[in-house]
């Protein structure tokens, strides 16, 4: 991203908070069908919604990002590739020069689908790894879902899909790993990406956890500084900025309903990927006006476009680098969103939060009813809640690649 | 992968690319670049007006004539940047 400035105007990040004429950053889950229970699952996704868009609302949606001129879109889900029009809704998006990038667990990606992706322009294929090797990832995101991945990744190598993403969400348990990381990606001609884990949908079961603690944040600072080039972040890191230094790359600013937003599977429009709750949901885009009048005229967006007061974080010496950090991680901790995120790095947001919200829309499979006990997650010392899914973990119907899913996330798709 | 750009020369007549499409906004317009897939700010309504008529001049001294003197170095410094990522082309 380059800024061509030619006199003096606010900064970037000034004109941003004010809000665009269309998101730049969208993220589009086309299904809350997932093959996967990972842990952390920040839309918390295990079932398909019976009201999801079907293949012609979700052209029309298409048809609308391009007269928006919206360029491209971050898809997910759920597992997107589940969906059975997956394909050619990838290609009626590229056809309509909405470029596509899409994060998938790779239940997909054969060596056949690996090669159709190479070939087609337009198109970014992000893998989910929360582990560079087997044990950490499995403990998160289900057994077998490490050896999904790779396979999906060698598939890709071999098509020479170059530069595809490797994106991991930092754990506790993943953070002394960031080399291997590094190490995994080159071996696949792969790029890093790394973001931050948020206390979202069933990330808030895991998140006293498997949230990094304060010396592996600034670890994790650290590490991005050294290795600024070759890894990206979504920008999801700038609360880290008030460790000082030269800031990160990336916009430093919350763009929730800003420059960014997410559309959930049945076309909820909700500010942010990682805000799915009715507190932040704007609207709909089946509503008359679609998309274009939710992103322009919802009440919701014109008030996170007004100047924020800061609050608490007013004080602070560090609040123009950090901007108070991410309103979901807030949110979702009981934390009030103009005070300190819960990971601020000055220690400012520990103490005494509220109540933490009820969760938003539920779409974990349905398993035994959750136990009250602790589980094991398969390693030692670590330990969850059994609130919902995450009892689950131990499974083995978790993460198998030959079964989709007890509960056919398929069920009912058009 | 960006494409290597040649030296930027005022002399010459420049277009906008036409892999690149623009897209006005309150502070001026975003450019993305379908074959690069970078995205660029240009950061004042007057350049994205000049940007977009540049095809139309002979060179870009002859298109920044009709901009206010005081702003031309600054709007020549734009144009070379733009000109190195490609967002701006010499004209065939």
């Given at each position: 991203m380059t800024t061509v400035s030619c006199e003096p105007v606010p900064a970037l990040a000034e004109q941003f908070k004010r809000g665009l004429a269309a998101p730049i950053c969208l993220t589009w889950e086309w299904t809350y069908a997932c093959?996967?229970?990972?842990?952390?699952?920040?839309?918390?996704?295990?079932?398909?919604?019976?009201?999801?868009?079907?293949?012609?609302?979700?052209?029309?949606?298409?048809?609308?990002?391009?007269?928006?001129?919206?360029?491209?879109?971050?898809?997910?889900?759920?597992?997107?590739t589940v969906r059975p029009d997956f394909w050619e809704l990838l290609q009626y998006?590229?056809?309509?020069?909405?470029?596509?990038?899409?994060?998938t667990n790779g239940v997909r990606l054969t060596a056949a689908r690996a090669r159709q992706l190479a070939a087609t322009d337009y198109?970014?294929?992000?893998?989910?790894?929360?582990?560079?090797?087997?044990?950490?990832?499995?403990?998160?995101?289900?057994?077998?879902?490490?050896?999904?991945?790779?396979?999906?990744?060698?598939?890709?190598?071999?098509?020479?899909?170059?530069?595809?993403?490797?994106?991991?969400?930092?754990?506790?348990?993943?953070?002394?790993q960031l080399d291997e990381f590094a190490a995994l990606a080159d071996r696949f001609g792969a790029q890093l990406r790394i973001t931050r884990l948020r206390p979202s949908g069933r990330g808030a079961d895991v998140w006293p956890q498997l949230h990094p603690t304060a010396p592996q944040q600034r670890q994790i600072h650290?590490?991005?500084?050294?290795?600024?080039?070759?890894?990206?972040?979504?920008?999801?890191?700038f609360h880290?900025?008030?460790?000082?230094?030269?800031?990160?790359?990336?916009?430093?600013?919350?763009?929730?309903?800003?420059?960014?937003?997410?559309?959930?599977?049945?076309?909820?429009?909700?500010?942010?990927?990682?805000a799915i709750h009715d507190a932040f949901r704007a609207g709909n885009v089946r509503a008359p006006g679609g998309f274009a009048e939710v992103w322009r005229s919802a009440p919701l967006f014109a008030r996170l476009r007004e100047p924020a007061s800061g609050g608490a974080c007013r004080s602070c010496s560090q609040y123009s680098a950090c901007q108070g950090g991410c309103m979901a991680a807030k949110f979702f901790t009981?934390?009030?969103?103009?005070?300190?995120?819960?990971?601020?790095?000055?220690?400012?947001?520990?103490?005494?939060?509220?109540?933490t919200p009820p969760p938003g829309n539920d779409h974990s499979h349905r398993r035994v009813p959750a136990r009250r006990t602790a589980v094991p997650l398969g390693m030692p010392g670590v330990r969850v809640p059994a609130r919902r899914v995450a009892a689950d973990l131990g499974l083995p119907a978790v993460g198998v690649p030959a079964r989709l899913c007890g509960s056919s996330p398929l069920a009912g798709v058009p | 992968m960006s494409v290597p750009a040649d030296p930027f020369e005022p002399d010459r007549g420049y277009r906008l690319n036409p892999d690149v499409a623009l897209r006005p906004e309150p502070f001026g317009a975003l450019?993305?670049?379908?074959?690069?897939?970078r995205l660029s700010f240009l950061?004042?309504?007057?350049?994205?007006?000049l940007v977009r008529g540049l095809g139309s001049h002979g060179s870009v001294s002859e298109a920044l004539a009709g901009v206010d003197e005081s702003r031309r170095p600054s709007f020549l410094r734009a144009l070379a940047a733009l000109a190195a990522s490609d967002m701006i082309v010499p004209q065939p």
């Amino acid at each position: 991203m380059t800024t061509v400035s030619c006199e003096p105007v606010p900064a970037l990040a000034e004109q941003f908070k004010r809000g665009l004429a269309a998101p730049i950053c969208l993220t589009w889950e086309w299904t809350y069908a997932c093959n996967l229970s990972c842990a952390h699952c920040l839309s918390s996704s295990g079932r398909r919604d019976p009201a999801e868009l079907s293949t012609a609302q979700m052209r029309g949606v298409i048809d609308e990002l391009h007269h928006m001129q919206v360029f491209y879109v971050n898809v997910g889900g759920g597992e997107p590739t589940v969906r059975p029009d997956f394909w050619e809704l990838l290609q009626y998006a590229v056809s309509r020069q909405v470029g596509v990038k899409f994060s998938t667990n790779g239940v997909r990606l054969t060596a056949a689908r690996a090669r159709q992706l190479a070939a087609t322009d337009y198109v970014d294929v992000q893998i989910s790894l929360d582990g560079a090797t087997r044990e950490v990832n499995d403990a998160v995101r289900g057994r077998g879902s490490y050896d999904l991945a790779v396979r999906a990744m060698a598939n890709l190598a071999e098509a020479g899909m170059a530069g595809f993403k490797i994106s991991v969400v930092m754990t506790r348990h993943n953070v002394p790993q960031l080399d291997e990381f590094a190490a995994l990606a080159d071996r696949f001609g792969a790029q890093l990406r790394i973001t931050r884990l948020r206390p979202s949908g069933r990330g808030a079961d895991v998140w006293p956890q498997l949230h990094p603690t304060a010396p592996q944040q600034r670890q994790i600072h650290a590490w991005l500084t050294a290795h600024a080039d070759r890894v990206l972040t979504g920008d999801s890191f700038f609360h880290l900025n008030a460790l000082g230094g030269a800031p990160l790359p990336g916009l430093n600013l919350c763009g929730a309903g800003r420059v960014v937003c997410l559309i959930d599977p049945v076309g909820d429009v909700y500010a942010c990927p990682f805000a799915i709750h009715d507190a932040f949901r704007a609207g709909n885009v089946r509503a008359p006006g679609g998309f274009a009048e939710v992103w322009r005229s919802a009440p919701l967006f014109a008030r996170l476009r007004e100047p924020a007061s800061g609050g608490a974080c007013r004080s602070c010496s560090q609040y123009s680098a950090c901007q108070g950090g991410c309103m979901a991680a807030k949110f979702f901790t009981g934390l009030p969103l103009d005070g300190p995120d819960p990971e601020c790095v000055l220690g400012h947001g520990e103490g005494a939060p509220g109540d933490t919200p009820p969760p938003g829309n539920d779409h974990s499979h349905r398993r035994v009813p959750a136990r009250r006990t602790a589980v094991p997650l398969g390693m030692p010392g670590v330990r969850v809640p059994a609130r919902r899914v995450a009892a689950d973990l131990g499974l083995p119907a978790v993460g198998v690649p030959a079964r989709l899913c007890g509960s056919s996330p398929l069920a009912g798709v058009p | 992968m960006s494409v290597p750009a040649d030296p930027f020369e005022p002399d010459r007549g420049y277009r906008l690319n036409p892999d690149v499409a623009l897209r006005p906004e309150p502070f001026g317009a975003l450019a993305y670049h379908f074959g690069t897939r970078r995205l660029s700010f240009l950061k004042a309504p007057g350049l994205v007006e000049l940007v977009r008529g540049l095809g139309s001049h002979g060179s870009v001294s002859e298109a920044l004539a009709g901009v206010d003197e005081s702003r031309r170095p600054s709007f020549l410094r734009a144009l070379a940047a733009l000109a190195a990522s490609d967002m701006i082309v010499p004209q065939p």
